[in-house]
């Protein structure tokens, strides 16, 4: 056995390790599988959230005096707006899951216009513009604005990327820890 696998903390890592594995490969093939179910929990999940979360500004905006009326007025409209959508996504999973790509869109396109800044107002220590930031602001941008363009099916492409990558992730760490296993069962049996 390796060192770390000998210690109380590496046999839980390795555990832990297998079994988010496990969970990984579960998600993805349920994903894969039965993705109008997914969809469904997903557009749940999300109203939930949102409902959760706006219920959270709302006590926020009556509670906190020591905040600007202001803040809190904002904070409060914010708080039944999150809610009025979770709602709203509860009652219409369809409308979530747009509401979700539109919202990946938008913060994918920030990130685009962010990147496309920073090539144009940085450089590095030769006094070059970093490429890779203008290269990852269009590809960010390209990607939301797709995302917002093609709404649900937008969704579903990059749901259906995640679902295979978490497969992927899974069953690479998976032989990883079965290999790691077998490599140090070897090792002990030749001390």
Same mark, same amino acid.
């Given at each position: 056995?390796?060192?770390?696998?000998?210690?109380?903390?590496?046999?839980?890592?390795?555990?832990?390790?297998?079994?988010?594995?496990?969970?990984?490969?579960?998600?993805?093939?349920?994903?894969?599988?039965?993705?109008?179910?997914?969809?469904?929990?997903?557009?749940? !999940? &999300? +109203? =939930?959230?949102? @409902?959760? #979360? %706006?219920?959270?500004?709302?006590?926020?905006?009556?509670? /906190?005096?020591? *905040?600007?009326?202001?803040?809190?007025?904002?904070?409060? !409209? &914010? +708080? =039944?707006?999150? @809610?009025? #959508? %979770?709602?709203?996504?509860?009652?219409?999973?369809?409308? /979530?899951?747009? *509401?979700?790509?539109?919202?990946?869109?938008?913060?994918?396109?920030?990130?685009?216009?962010?990147?496309?800044?920073?090539?144009?107002?940085?450089?590095?220590?030769?006094?070059?513009?970093?490429?890779?930031?203008?290269?990852?602001?269009?590809?960010?941008?390209?990607?939301?604005?797709?995302?917002?363009?093609?709404?649900?099916?937008?969704?579903?492409?990059?749901?259906?990327?995640?679902?295979?990558?978490?497969?992927?992730?899974?069953?690479?760490?998976?032989?990883?820890?079965?290999?790691?296993?077998?490599?140090?069962?070897?090792?002990?049996?030749?001390?």
């Amino acid at each position: 056995m390796s060192n770390i696998q000998k210690t109380v903390i590496g046999r839980i890592f390795f555990t832990a390790t297998g079994v988010m594995a496990l969970i990984a490969i579960i998600i993805g093939l349920f994903g894969l599988i039965a993705p109008d179910a997914s969809f469904a929990i997903i557009g749940i !999940l &999300l +109203g =939930l959230y949102l @409902v959760i #979360a %706006g219920a959270v500004r709302i006590y926020f905006s009556i509670r /906190a005096k020591e *905040a600007s009326v202001g803040l809190r007025v904002l904070v409060g !409209l &914010l +708080g =039944l707006i999150s @809610v009025s #959508a %979770g709602i709203f996504a509860l009652v219409d999973r369809d409308s /979530a899951i747009l *509401a979700l790509s539109l919202l990946i869109g938008i913060g994918w396109m920030a990130d685009g216009i962010n990147y496309i800044i920073m090539f144009a107002v940085t450089k590095d220590d030769n006094g070059k513009r970093k490429w890779e930031h203008l290269l990852l602001g269009v590809v960010f941008f390209i990607g939301g604005l797709t995302m917002i363009l093609l709404g649900n099916l937008g969704f579903a492409i990059l749901f259906w990327w995640v679902c295979l990558g978490l497969l992927v992730v899974g069953a690479v760490t998976i032989v990883w820890l079965v290999s790691a296993a077998v490599a140090s069962k070897e090792a002990s049996l030749e001390n």
